[in-house]
């Protein structure tokens, strides 16, 4: 009876349509379609099916990794004006956000976003965690996972002291003086960091440099990694 | 016994600084009561008393018996007791106009000529006692340092030490003096701000009665440089009022001055209005009818022009303070056409009506530019708003899809697994 009532109501609508639209593989017929079955591995991707016992809680990985393609869409776009110099950055920043058109937009959501993304990769590693989804054969994706988290961080960090406004250089500032607490090479680690004694141009240059290339190359390869694993390993049975 | 020889040292040496004074004077007029005792009491507040000036420094007599007032107080030998009021100036000028001995003080010596020069001190040479000497400003026996908050010439404290005199209506009429300067003064704009009861403006900053008047050689200013006086304080104004047609009739004929439209001592700050009406203080009470108060006219116009162009735009950014925009950009507009606005009071001095039009023209360039940014974003904001309603319907339509989507997907599922079974 349900069955019908779907039928009828797709015929009605044209439902299969819209959803094939929203769910992209109504891009993909034509030629391309025809040498490479893109279709065929959409829909047999998209339609893997979950265990059971899976529910919303399994939901925080894919809203991280969702956030940080939002991080890398508007970040891009950021890029685009954003002037990595002390004299400049400020002075940038404040132009994105006044007279770019959606510059400001684009800015809120890379900046909460970013909030987000730390927040739902510590929840994400929360269920992990109580799930005992992190025990072998999984073992080796929590290492990818931690290493994920520690590169989220890094961008959080790095990421803000790019405005260079009073805030994020004061917070760089406590920042970098904490590992210069650790004994023997606490100091020489906080001058590595801020390429100096203090902050200064020198630290910019390398916070943007980390920001924009080393860490979006490190998260690319923890992330196909930890994908890879997923799909391989699926997930973990109920308890 | 050691520790009733400590203590009997002790209570020696605690004891001490009290016959450490061994002056006769002290001891014996510290015995007395009434306004014997009182001098000594008021001289150890002093800065004499600091600075190791005695009795004997000033009245004479031998500080050194303190057990016979006759030998103590023996005029052959240079006792002078209370001296007489014409003879203070120089007795205090013994100490006070000796470089030598006022070096280490580092304070002026020429007090005294200067009080000879001042009306004070020549109506005392003709043997007028009514006038002030030293120490009907400085007090005779409690004498304190100019820079302290107590002393009657401190600086807040002037007023009403010039006052002791001048506001006594009964005094002043042997002279032909007004007594109300002072009650004026003190509703007056310096007052007022010497008082501390206009905020943000520093006490310390405005004249009291000396500044203008001097102080030991006490003169009004004469009429033709009430401008200069003034100006040592309002450069700016002054520098503008010599360029423009006031000053040069103030030379030529003694007005006007700078309290024909400020008053004197019951000074006011003046509004744009003056240029209006025919009260005093304002244009009308000299210029009627001429084109001299077409002029006025002109100026009160563009002053109240930029004044609501600055207003309106204060406005405008004041409606976007909590936006969430950064007004960095439109602030420093608005600081800078503050600075500009500011020049116009001092500038109306010179009565230029071009130059003050040209300040207009930099603000409103200012104003205008703040208005039009402010208009963009608040036009912004509203396609924000409107734009925010479609994609909330855009969501919730793919919301909806989605759960349709669910639900297709979980009907299949369902079905296979009956199949199954």
């Known amino acids: 009876m349900a069955d019908n009532e779907h039928k009828d109501l797709e015929k009605r609508t044209s439902f299969r349509e819209i959803i094939n639209l929203i769910s992209l593989t109504g891009f993909v017929y034509g030629p391309l379609d025809d040498r490479l079955s893109i279709r065929e591995a959409l829909e047999k991707n998209l339609k893997k099916p979950v265990p059971d016992h899976v529910n919303w809680l399994f939901c925080f990985g894919g809203v991280t990794f969702l956030l940080f393609i939002v991080q890398a869409f508007t970040g891009v776009l950021l890029l685009m004006y954003y002037q990595p110099t002390t004299a400049e ?66 961008f959080g960090f790095t990421g803000y002291l790019l405005p260079w406004n009073q805030i994020s250089y004061w917070a760089t500032t406590v920042g970098t003086e904490v590992p210069s607490a650790m004994p023997v090479a606490g100091d020489l680690i906080k001058m590595l960091i801020r390429g100096g004694s203090d902050i200064s141009q020198a630290t910019l240059t390398r916070f943007f440099a980390i920001h924009v290339l080393i860490l979006p190359a490190a998260i690319a390869v923890f992330l196909i990694s930890h994908f890879l694993m997923i799909r391989r390993q699926g997930i973990s049975e109920a308890l | 016994m050691l520790v009733c020889t400590l203590l009997l040292i002790s209570s020696v ?21 009434g ?78 000529d200067q009080y000879k020069t001042s009306i004070h001190g020549i109506q005392l040479e003709k043997g007028d006692t009514n006038v002030a000497v030293c120490s009907n400003c400085h007090g005779a026996h409690d004498i304190k340092k100019v820079n302290d908050p107590g002393s009657s010439v401190y600086y807040t404290n002037v007023p009403d030490t010039c006052g002791k005199c001048h506001a006594d209506s009964q005094l002043m009429s042997k002279y032909g003096i ?20 206009v905020k943000d403006k520093n006490p310390a900053l405005v004249p009291n009665c000396a500044t203008c008047h001097g102080t030991h050689g006490a003169t009004p200013p004469g009429v033709k440089d009430v ?71 002109d100026i009160y116009a563009v002053i109240l022009d930029t004044k609501g162009e600055v207003d309106r735009a204060n406005k405008e950014v004041l409606s976007i303070e909590y936006s969430g925009r950064n007004n960095q950009d439109i602030e420093d ?33 200012n104003t205008d530019k703040v208005q039009q940014t402010v208009s963009e974003f608040k036009q912004g904001l509203d396609m924000r708003k409107k734009n925010l309603v479609y994609y909330l319907v855009i969501i919730v339509l793919i919301v909806i899809l989605l759960y349709a989507k669910l639900r297709v997907v979980t009907d299949e599922y369902e079905r296979t697994a009956k199949k199954k079974s």
């Open chain 2, 35 to 112: 306004e014997a005792q009182k001098v000594v009491t008021q001289w150890e507040t002093s800065i004499h008393k600091a600075e190791g000036i005695y009795c004997q420094d000033c009245h004479g007599g031998n500080p050194l018996v303190d057990d016979d007032m006759d030998k103590a107080m023996y005029q052959a030998k240079g006792f002078i007791g209370k001296p007489s009021k014409k003879a203070v100036p120089e007795l205090c000028a013994k100490c006070h106009s000796d470089t030598v001995r006022m070096r280490k003080y580092n304070v002026r010596t020429d007090q005294y």
């Open chain 2, 333 to 365: 507009l608005m600081n800078e056409a503050g600075t500009y606005y500011k020049e116009i009071g001092p500038l109306t001095h010179s009565l230029n009506l071009e130059k003050i039009n040209e300040l207009k023209t930099k603000i409103t360039a």
């Open chain 1, 89 to 154: 950055a400020y002075k940038s920043v404040v132009h994105i956000t006044n007279n770019v058109p959606f510059g400001w937009l684009m800015r809120g959501i890379h900046h909460w976003a970013a909030n987000l993304m730390s927040v739902f990769c510590l929840l994400h590693m929360l269920r992990v965690f109580f799930y005992g989804a992190y025990k072998a054969p999984r073992d080796f994706n929590w290492v990818t996972g931690v290493m994920l988290l520690c590169v989220t961080l890094g």
């Open chain 2, 227 to 297: 401008a200069e006086v003034c100006g040592s304080c309002h450069g700016t104004v002054l520098d503008k009022f010599r360029e423009g047609p006031h000053y040069a009739a103030l030379q030529k004929n003694g007005s006007p001055k700078c309290y024909d439209c400020h008053g004197s001592h019951k000074n006011k700050m003046l509004a744009p209005e003056m240029f209006q009406g025919v009260e005093s203080g304002h244009c009308g009470a000299c210029h009627q009818g001429n084109d001299i108060q077409q002029l006025a006219k």
């Open chain 2, 13 to 33: 040496i605690a004891v001490a600084p009290v016959f450490a004074e061994n002056n006769g004077c002290v001891t014996c007029h510290r015995g007395l009561d």
């Open chain 2, 178 to 197: 007004k007594a109300e300067q002072l009650a004026l003064y003190k509703e007056g704009y310096h007052g007022q701000i010497l008082y501390g009861k």
